[in-house]
Each structure stands twice: as structure tokens, then as C-alpha cells.
């Protein structure tokens, strides 16, 4: 049982390069999100996506995309990397209902992520 | 949105009991009380969450005040590897998706 699965696990990047951070879930799960936290901080959500075919942006959107390619899966892009992106990445499922029932979330391992 | 206050860190012995406070005065009525606890290097694991009512589960248990102004985490005997950063996170309503809002939490030092 493998949960959340996060790839790459550490990245280096230059300023201006691209990249894609891969998260995928075997929890059947509706709901997949994307957060930074940076040292010493709380998360700050990214993205999130409610569901299959669908994202919206949670606090800090710029610089940053997301494709949910399928249910299990939630990639996140850098189009041009810049030196305030250095942070690590977690993503993030939950099986979220809108019945008033809340469930938790399970979460990756992270992608330690620095650019130079 | 909810917003929550707890202390920067706490300190407790290893075996005894340890209890982590959090404020959360502007809470809504629908918002769910969750704590997350996060170890050195690891994403964060979901310890526990709430309404109204007490909550218990393996890993700790949830007194959530009467007024839901407060809520405290109780970690029944604390080991070494349950040194951590504990976060108290009320969740926005159903029409903002369960969105979990991020304080800097609790860091949790066990003394042996």
C-alpha cells in the first residue's frame, strides 16, 4: 500500500529551466493537492483538484501549473524556475465529500527542490 | 477564515502525558478541527480530527471545548517518536473543497 507517491524525491534546477513534479495515488481518492512549505513555515496550498478533470488555485498559483492526467494522478509544472521557488513540494489526496463528513489527508514524502 | 494560535514549541518527558493547546476562536460552525503532525524530513501525517464531540483513536485524542473556541490534542504517553510538529488546522467549509489552512504549529521536544 503505497499511498502517496512523489517523484522526484530531490531536484536542483537552474534559474529559468523548466520542470515537472510527478504525484500519483492508489487510495482511490477524489481530491489531490499541492503544497510548498518553506523552512520554518506551514503548507501554502498551490493547487488543488477536486476531482478528476478539474483544478483550481489555492494560495500561491503563480509561477506554477497542474494537470490532473487522470484520477490517480496530479503533476505539477515550473515553467521557468526561479530562485523563490526553492522549497519542498508535498502532495496530497484526501477522499473529500461535500456531505458534511471530513475525512484526512494522506500526503507524499516531498520534493526538496533548489534553484540556483 | 479560521484562524488558529498555539505555541511556538513545548517540551515534555518521555512516558508521561502531553497536551498541545490550540486556539481557534473564529471558527465556524461547520469548520472540522484536524491535527497534522509532521516529523523531521517527512510530509505530514494526519493524527486526528472533530466537530463537537471528544475523539479518540490510536493515536491520541481530541477534547474540543464546548463554546469549539479551543481544542486540545492529548498524546497519552509520549515517546521519542513522537517528537514533532503538531499543527491544529480548521477546515474551511464544504464549498471551499475541505481546504486545510497552515499555521507554523507546535514543536514538540521529548526529553528522555
Known amino acids: 500500500n503505497a499511498g502517496v507517491t512523489q517523484t522526484p524525491k530531490f531536484q536542483v534546477l537552474k534559474t529559468g529551466q523548466s520542470m515537472t513534479l510527478q504525484c500519483a495515488q492508489d487510495?482511490?481518492?477524489?481530491?489531490m493537492y499541492w503544497y510548498r512549505q518553506d523552512p520554518g513555515m506551514g503548507l501554502r496550498l498551490i493547487y488543488y483538484s477536486a476531482s478528476e478533470g478539474t483544478t483550481d488555485k489555492g494560495e500561491v498559483p503563480n509561477g506554477y501549473n497542474v494537470s490532473r492526467l487522470n484520477k490517480r494522478e496530479f503533476s505539477l509544472r515550473l515553467e521557468s524556475a526561479a530562485p523563490s521557488q526553492t522549497s519542498v513540494y508535498f502532495c496530497?489526496?484526501?477522499?473529500?465529500?461535500?456531505?458534511?463528513?471530513?475525512?484526512?489527508?494522506?500526503f507524499g514524502s516531498g520534493t526538496r527542490l533548489t534553484v540556483v | 477564515d479560521a484562524k488558529t494560535t498555539q505555541p511556538n514549541s513545548m517540551e515534555s518527558n518521555e512516558e508521561e502525558p502531553v497536551h498541545l493547546p490550540c486556539n481557534h476562536s473564529?471558527?465556524?460552525?461547520?469548520?472540522?478541527i484536524h491535527w497534522y503532525r509532521q516529523l523531521p524530513s517527512q510530509g505530514p501525517e494526519y493524527v486526528i480530527h472533530?466537530?463537537?464531540?471528544?475523539v479518540n483513536n490510536r493515536m491520541a485524542s481530541l477534547a474540543i471545548a464546548e463554546d469549539r473556541k479551543s481544542s486540545t490534542l492529548i498524546l497519552h504517553r509520549a515517546t521519542l517518536r513522537d517528537a514533532a510538529v503538531y499543527y491544529c488546522?480548521?477546515?474551511?467549509?464544504?464549498?471551499?473543497?475541505?481546504?486545510?489552512?497552515w499555521g507554523a504549529g507546535t514543536k514538540l521536544i521529548i526529553k528522555p
Open positions: 472533530g466537530l463537537t464531540s471528544n
Open positions: 487510495m482511490n481518492h477524489n481530491s
Open positions: 488546522i480548521p477546515t474551511l467549509g464544504e464549498d471551499s473543497n475541505y481546504q486545510l489552512i
Open positions: 473564529t471558527i465556524s460552525g461547520t469548520d472540522y
Open positions: 496530497a489526496s484526501s477522499e473529500a465529500t461535500y456531505q458534511g463528513s471530513n475525512y484526512g489527508y494522506t
